[in-house]
Protein backbone atom coordinates (compact mmCIF):
# COMPACT_ATOMS: atom_id res chain seq x y z
CA UNK A 1 0.00 0.00 0.00
CA UNK A 2 1.07 3.29 -0.58
CA UNK A 3 0.11 6.98 0.54
CA UNK A 4 0.28 8.95 -2.74
CA UNK A 5 3.16 11.32 -1.15
CA UNK A 6 5.99 11.28 -3.98
CA UNK A 7 9.57 10.29 -2.55
CA UNK A 8 12.03 10.98 -5.33
CA UNK A 9 11.71 11.80 -9.24
CA UNK A 10 13.16 9.01 -10.96
CA UNK A 11 14.32 8.40 -14.78
CA UNK A 12 14.18 5.68 -17.16
CA UNK A 13 17.24 4.63 -18.26
CA UNK A 14 16.81 2.19 -20.13
CA UNK A 15 13.86 -0.01 -21.65
CA UNK A 16 14.15 -3.69 -22.68
CA UNK A 17 12.01 -6.21 -24.31
CA UNK A 18 11.76 -9.58 -22.38
CA UNK A 19 9.68 -12.64 -23.11
CA UNK A 20 9.68 -12.32 -26.96
CA UNK A 21 8.15 -9.03 -26.46
CA UNK A 22 5.65 -10.17 -23.93
CA UNK A 23 6.94 -7.55 -21.49
CA UNK A 24 9.25 -4.71 -20.52
CA UNK A 25 12.33 -4.76 -18.06
CA UNK A 26 12.14 -1.03 -17.05
CA UNK A 27 15.70 0.35 -15.60
CA UNK A 28 14.84 3.40 -13.33
CA UNK A 29 17.92 5.18 -11.59
CA UNK A 30 17.29 6.59 -8.37
CA UNK A 31 19.46 6.73 -5.34
CA UNK A 32 16.69 7.76 -3.12
CA UNK A 33 14.43 4.56 -3.77
CA UNK A 34 17.51 2.34 -3.86
CA UNK A 35 19.20 3.56 -0.37
CA UNK A 36 16.33 1.53 1.11
CA UNK A 37 15.00 -1.29 -1.06
CA UNK A 38 15.37 -5.35 -1.06
CA UNK A 39 14.41 -7.84 -4.25
CA UNK A 40 10.53 -8.37 -4.06
CA UNK A 41 9.60 -4.66 -2.68
CA UNK A 42 7.12 -2.61 -4.08
CA UNK A 43 7.28 0.30 -5.86
CA UNK A 44 4.93 2.76 -6.94
CA UNK A 45 6.29 4.01 -10.98
CA UNK A 46 4.13 7.02 -11.89
CA UNK A 47 1.48 5.06 -9.46
CA UNK A 48 1.44 1.65 -11.05
CA UNK A 49 2.74 -1.07 -8.08
CA UNK A 50 5.53 -2.66 -9.15
CA UNK A 51 8.24 -5.38 -8.16
CA UNK A 52 12.14 -4.81 -7.89
CA UNK A 53 13.82 -7.56 -9.49
CA UNK A 54 17.10 -6.41 -9.41
CA UNK A 55 19.02 -3.16 -7.65
CA UNK A 56 22.48 -1.66 -7.57
CA UNK A 57 23.65 1.52 -6.53
CA UNK A 58 21.95 3.73 -8.55
CA UNK A 59 19.09 2.11 -9.98
CA UNK A 60 16.77 -0.35 -9.69
CA UNK A 61 14.89 -2.66 -12.22
CA UNK A 62 11.06 -3.92 -12.37
CA UNK A 63 9.39 -6.09 -14.90
CA UNK A 64 6.04 -4.81 -16.56
CA UNK A 65 3.17 -7.25 -18.42
CA UNK A 66 1.36 -6.73 -21.46
CA UNK A 67 -1.90 -6.05 -19.86
CA UNK A 68 -0.27 -3.11 -17.44
CA UNK A 69 1.38 -2.08 -20.35
CA UNK A 70 -1.79 -1.66 -22.35
CA UNK A 71 -3.44 -0.09 -19.51
CA UNK A 72 -1.46 2.23 -18.22
CA UNK A 73 1.00 5.41 -19.42
CA UNK A 74 3.38 3.33 -20.00
CA UNK A 75 2.85 2.01 -23.61
CA UNK A 76 4.64 6.07 -24.67
CA UNK A 77 7.28 5.64 -22.07
CA UNK A 78 10.55 6.50 -23.41
CA UNK A 79 14.52 6.74 -22.04
CA UNK A 80 15.17 9.55 -19.70
CA UNK A 81 11.62 9.97 -19.00
CA UNK A 82 11.18 11.23 -15.40
CA UNK A 83 9.05 9.45 -13.04
CA UNK A 84 7.53 9.50 -10.07
CA UNK A 85 8.73 7.14 -7.00
CA UNK A 86 7.08 5.81 -3.90
CA UNK A 87 8.30 2.79 -1.65
CA UNK A 88 5.57 0.84 0.02
CA UNK A 89 4.34 2.46 3.60
CA UNK A 90 6.00 1.42 6.75
CA UNK A 91 3.26 0.42 9.52
CA UNK A 92 5.37 2.87 11.89
CA UNK A 93 4.69 5.70 9.24
CA UNK A 94 2.78 8.90 9.06
CA UNK A 95 0.07 8.40 6.92
CA UNK A 96 0.17 11.98 4.65
CA UNK A 97 -2.06 11.66 1.96
CA UNK A 98 -4.47 8.91 1.04
CA UNK A 99 -5.45 4.62 0.58
CA UNK A 100 -3.61 4.09 -2.77
CA UNK A 101 -2.64 0.74 -3.74
CA UNK A 102 -0.92 1.31 -6.71
CA UNK A 103 -3.55 -0.65 -9.48
CA UNK A 104 -4.58 2.38 -11.89
CA UNK A 105 -8.08 2.01 -12.92
CA UNK A 106 -7.18 4.05 -16.47
CA UNK A 107 -5.75 6.74 -18.02
CA UNK A 108 -7.02 10.31 -18.28
CA UNK A 109 -5.64 13.40 -20.71
CA UNK A 110 -4.52 16.93 -19.43
CA UNK A 111 -6.41 19.10 -21.50
CA UNK A 112 -6.08 22.30 -19.56
CA UNK A 113 -2.80 24.01 -17.33
CA UNK A 114 -4.13 27.24 -15.86
CA UNK A 115 -1.69 29.48 -13.60
CA UNK A 116 -3.58 30.77 -10.81
CA UNK A 117 -1.75 33.01 -8.18
CA UNK A 118 1.08 30.43 -6.83
CA UNK A 119 -0.91 27.71 -8.10
CA UNK A 120 -1.66 25.78 -11.10
CA UNK A 121 -5.23 24.41 -12.15
CA UNK A 122 -5.04 20.77 -14.43
CA UNK A 123 -7.84 20.17 -16.25
CA UNK A 124 -7.71 16.20 -16.43
CA UNK A 125 -10.65 14.14 -19.18
CA UNK A 126 -10.75 10.51 -18.21
CA UNK A 127 -13.61 8.07 -19.35
CA UNK A 128 -17.14 8.03 -17.88
CA UNK A 129 -16.47 5.04 -15.65
CA UNK A 130 -13.49 6.84 -13.46
CA UNK A 131 -15.96 9.52 -13.32
CA UNK A 132 -18.29 7.77 -11.30
CA UNK A 133 -16.08 7.50 -8.79
CA UNK A 134 -14.68 11.06 -8.70
CA UNK A 135 -16.33 13.14 -6.69
CA UNK A 136 -15.54 17.11 -5.56
CA UNK A 137 -13.17 17.15 -2.68
CA UNK A 138 -12.20 13.55 -2.73
CA UNK A 139 -9.10 11.81 -3.48
CA UNK A 140 -7.94 11.17 -6.49
CA UNK A 141 -4.11 9.52 -7.35
CA UNK A 142 -2.72 10.84 -10.29
CA UNK A 143 0.68 9.57 -11.45
CA UNK A 144 0.81 8.09 -7.73
CA UNK A 145 0.52 11.62 -6.59
CA UNK A 146 -1.96 12.49 -3.75
CA UNK A 147 -4.69 15.10 -4.83
CA UNK A 148 -7.81 16.52 -3.88
CA UNK A 149 -10.41 17.06 -6.38
CA UNK A 150 -11.52 20.65 -6.53
CA UNK A 151 -13.58 20.64 -9.45
CA UNK A 152 -16.02 18.18 -11.56
CA UNK A 153 -18.06 19.14 -14.91
CA UNK A 154 -19.09 16.32 -17.26
CA UNK A 155 -15.60 13.93 -18.03
CA UNK A 156 -13.07 16.15 -16.61
CA UNK A 157 -11.98 17.22 -12.99
CA UNK A 158 -9.34 20.03 -11.87
CA UNK A 159 -6.92 19.73 -8.88
CA UNK A 160 -5.00 22.73 -8.02
CA UNK A 161 -1.09 21.95 -7.87
CA UNK A 162 1.16 24.26 -5.50
CA UNK A 163 4.82 25.10 -5.85
CA UNK A 164 5.75 22.69 -3.79
CA UNK A 165 3.75 19.68 -5.40
CA UNK A 166 5.32 21.12 -8.74
CA UNK A 167 8.86 20.21 -7.29
CA UNK A 168 8.60 16.99 -5.76
CA UNK A 169 6.74 15.69 -8.54
CA UNK A 170 7.14 15.49 -12.51
CA UNK A 171 3.83 17.64 -12.98
CA UNK A 172 6.08 20.57 -13.79
CA UNK A 173 6.79 18.46 -17.10
CA UNK A 174 3.49 17.79 -18.08
CA UNK A 175 1.53 20.29 -21.10
CA UNK A 176 -1.60 19.98 -22.79
CA UNK A 177 -2.03 16.11 -24.65
CA UNK A 178 -0.06 14.63 -21.38
CA UNK A 179 -1.67 11.12 -20.70
CA UNK A 180 -1.57 10.37 -16.79
CA UNK A 181 -2.79 7.53 -15.28
CA UNK A 182 -5.52 7.67 -12.64
CA UNK A 183 -6.30 5.53 -9.56
CA UNK A 184 -9.84 6.22 -7.91
CA UNK A 185 -10.59 6.56 -4.21
CA UNK A 186 -10.23 2.53 -3.27
CA UNK A 187 -12.84 3.47 -0.47
CA UNK A 188 -15.52 4.76 -2.47
CA UNK A 189 -15.12 1.58 -4.95
CA UNK A 190 -15.75 -0.64 -2.12
CA UNK A 191 -18.85 1.17 -0.48
CA UNK A 192 -19.77 0.48 -3.90
CA UNK A 193 -19.46 -3.09 -4.56
CA UNK A 194 -20.90 -3.87 -1.10
CA UNK A 195 -24.11 -1.85 -1.91
CA UNK A 196 -24.62 -3.85 -4.87
CA UNK A 197 -24.21 -7.10 -3.38
CA UNK A 198 -26.51 -6.33 -0.45
CA UNK A 199 -29.03 -5.16 -3.45
CA UNK A 200 -28.65 -8.63 -4.86
Known amino acids: MFTGIIEDIGRIE ?10 LLLTIASRKIVSDVNLGDSISVNGICLTVTNYADTN ?16 GIANNSRVNLERAMKANARFGGHIVSGHIDGIGKITAIEADGIANWYTVQTSKPL ?6 KGSIAIDGTSLTVAGVEGDTFKVSIIPHT ?7 TYQVGTIVNLENDIVGKYIEQFTVKERV
Open 131 to 136: MRYIIM
Open 60 to 75: FQVEVMPETIAKTSLE
Open 14 to 23: SIEAINNHAG
Open 166 to 172: SEQTIFS
